[in-house]
């Protein structure tokens, strides 16, 4: 039930702001070459298309997939990988960036697996975890850990904070997998 995510967003930049050239083109060296005026033209504001990657899980057998909102935030496309190797076309159905919490769903999709939702008040601190995601693009990766703690407050990630710490490796690409 644990898919990868791809996300491609088209963004507008300053093309030698992105590519950190700016300040290399304002050395006076150039102006041998190309003259004072070298420096005063302005570089030029370009579309260029950002990628992105995460996880998610399919919470029910209609397609639905939950995933963190910072995954998909501004997407243009999205493209879901199952674990069976079967892509599918995403769509955004509701985000709320203050829990970074995002909901996509794939249509015309049959025989899905689902990873239905725990109840976290019922979490110990101590008990064994999973993390399942999709970490560096390497699909269907596990690590484990043990919960540290509960409701973790005062992080500073995002406005609503009630976090479950664990020591089960996450890095990126994990965002969007489930807890087990």
Do not use: C
């Amino acid at each position: 039930a644990v898919v990868h995510i791809r996300v491609e967003k088209t963004t507008k930049g300053n093309y030698h702001n992105r590519q950190g050239t700016e300040e290399m083109f304002n050395h006076p060296f150039f102006d041998q070459f190309f003259g004072p005026q070298f420096r005063q033209q302005r570089p030029q504001q370009r579309e260029y298309t950002q990628r992105g990657q995460g996880s998610g899980f399919i919470i029910n057998e209609k397609g639905y997939i939950l995933t963190n909102n910072h995954v998909v935030e501004g997407a243009d496309t999205i493209s879901v990988t199952l674990s069976d190797k079967r892509e599918f076309t995403g769509e955004i159905i509701g985000t709320d960036p203050q829990s970074d919490v995002a909901l996509i769903k794939i249509d015309d999709a049959s025989n899905l697996p689902v990873l239905p939702l725990g109840d976290s008040s019922k979490l110990e601190v101590a008990e064994w975890v999973i993390a399942i995601g999709n970490p560096f693009g390497l699909s269907q990766t596990v690590t484990v850990g043990v919960v540290s703690a509960t409701g973790r407050s005062s992080v500073g990630i995002n406005d609503y904070e009630n976090f479950i710490q664990t020591d089960a490796a996450i890095n990126p690409g994990n965002s969007g997998g489930p807890l087990i």
